[in-house]
């Protein structure tokens, strides 16, 4: 997994890069998100959508819900980017949608995108 740090707005954001999906667990992803805030104070990431395993895509398996949750506990805003024009999962296309309208998670198509959402989450 490879980590860059940006600045955007004032705004340190934590860039998550991977060819394997490094994030398949809570363990997995609560371990990075309290790494970055440990390691540079950084509570907003950016994460590849190939970091994350399949299985978050499953909401049924209620990976992404434990997830999310977990940052909402820690005060982690969250950006995923990637394709997702893949998925035919209504439920999942509904989830991406209201995501997008708040202000602490993000899932959209470039890494450019995903820090622009980030740095004007409020």
Known sequence: MNIEYQNRNGLEIAVVSSDTREISSVRDALDLAM??????????????KSALAEEFFILSSGLAGEILQKFINYHVKAAFWGDYSRYTSK?????IYESNKGNDFFF???????????????
């Not at 390691?39 to 994460?47: P, T």
């Not at 959209?108 to 409020?122: D, F, G, K, N, Y």
């Open 35 to 48: 790494s970055v805030q440990y390691e540079k104070g950084v509570s907003r990431l950016a994460i590849e």
């Open 91 to 95: 439920p999942l296309k509904d989830f």
């Open 108 to 122: 959209v198509s470039t890494q450019e995108e995903a820090l622009h959402r980030l740095a004007e989450a409020q």
